[in-house]
């Protein structure tokens, strides 16, 4: 009898250990699984939080986030590319399933991207996209239907002739450097146009009310003024009100923030393009819960931008 006992307790000793050992198997080698109740956890590493637009890409995400209960994280990396791959190295470090970046540059950004994908978290990029690693997808609008609009606003404007300033924005964006292509199309197109000026702000209102400034003393005659964002736009408005010439000059920007519809209902500001920043953030969390789930998500989704003047600016949806 004691040795059945014996043989029992050996046998059921060994069963334990095998129980064991399959347990700490599963937990080296399974990888993060998520129980059916948690939360889908969302990284959003966001370029600046410094400029009303991505404040509203931000406000968008936060809403839909709430709505969909989804727990989303958001950092601000103020216009460094640096403190933006070291912000994304943290989100990586926090059990995130999607991460989803605003880049601060397009070429930095990659070097992130990479570091994502070598992690196995699928990464997608908004607005701004990245000029290398493996994104899912790529949310944004259409830059250079943006510059194209603006350049037939003022094409029209004027009658296809005057002095035209641009004010372009960073110019290492994709961004930047579609919206510019985009208007200089028009212009180049136009004969009568003379761009007699043009020159980087950075997306920034301080930086374009400076640059305006400048223009503005350097030259007597100006008819047209395309500023590649609202906030730049704005900033030109500034110099250009404090000069008197508010006037005899058409002033366009792009994004169509709520500041500068307001100028355009008061008539200091002739035109945006609307490309609604909200919707892009809200588009952001609908999108990582579809990648989550298992769906297919298009490579690129484009979404819809349009000329925004006096006569529909009281129609325009911002949120």
């Known amino acids: 009898m004691k040795k059945i006992v014996?043989?029992?307790?050996?046998?059921?000793?060994?069963?334990?250990?095998?129980?064991?050992?399959?347990?700490?198997?599963?937990?080296?080698?399974?990888?993060?699984?998520?129980?059916?109740?948690?939360?889908?956890?969302?990284?959003l590493a966001m370029n600046t939080l410094n400029n009303p637009f991505f404040v509203a890409v931000k406000e968008g995400a936060e809403t839909q986030a709430k709505e969909q209960d989804v727990d989303l994280i958001v950092t601000d990396a103020q216009n460094d590319p640096g403190k933006q791959l070291s912000d994304i190295e943290n989100l990586l470090q926090q059990n995130i399933d999607i991460l989803v970046?605003?880049?601060?540059?397009?070429?930095?950004?990659?070097?992130?991207?990479?570091?994502?994908?070598?992690?196995?978290?699928?990464?997608?990029?908004?607005?701004?996209?990245?000029?290398?690693?493996?994104?899912?997808?790529?949310?944004?609008?259409?830059?250079?239907k943006s510059g194209n609009?603006?350049?037939?606003?003022?094409?029209?404007?004027?009658?296809?002739?005057?002095?035209?300033?641009?004010?372009?924005?960073?110019?290492?964006?994709?961004?930047?450097?579609?919206?510019?292509?985009?208007?200089?199309?028009?212009?180049?197109?136009?004969?009568?146009?003379?761009?007699?000026?043009?020159?980087?702000?950075?997306f920034d209102r301080g930086d374009a009310m400076k640059v305006m400034e400048d223009i503005l003393q350097a030259n007597k005659e100006i008819d047209g003024v395309y500023a590649a964002n609202d906030e730049m736009a704005l900033g030109a408005l500034a110099a250009i009100e404090a000069a008197g010439r508010v006037d005899e000059i058409v002033l366009i920007g792009c994004d169509a923030i709520d500041p500068s519809l307001d100028a355009i209902r008061a008539g200091k500001m002739n035109a945006t393009i609307a490309e609604p920043p909200f919707f892009l953030g809200k588009e952001a969390i609908d999108t990582a819960i579809k990648i989550a789930a298992g769906e297919q998500v298009e490579k690129e989704v484009i979404l819809d931008s349009n000329l925004v003047t006096p006569d529909n600016v009281d129609t325009i949806k911002t949120k």
Do not use: Y
């Open 6 to 43: 014996s043989l029992l307790t050996v046998v059921v000793m060994m069963v334990l250990l095998v129980g064991c050992s399959m347990d700490d198997d599963s937990s080296s080698t399974g990888g993060k699984e998520k129980a059916p109740n948690d939360k889908l956890k969302v990284g």
């Open 101 to 144: 970046i605003d880049p601060a540059d397009s070429d930095a950004i990659a070097q992130a991207v990479k570091k994502a994908n070598e992690t196995g978290i699928p990464v997608f990029t908004v607005d701004r996209q990245s000029n290398g690693g493996e994104v899912v997808t790529h949310i944004g609008f259409d830059a250079i």
């Open 149 to 202: 609009l603006a350049g037939d606003f003022l094409k029209e404007t004027l009658e296809g002739k005057g002095n035209i300033v641009e004010i372009q924005g960073i110019l290492g964006t994709n961004v930047g450097q579609l919206r510019s292509e985009g208007f200089n199309e028009i212009v180049d197109g136009t004969p009568e146009f003379h761009v007699i000026a043009r020159q980087s702000a950075n």
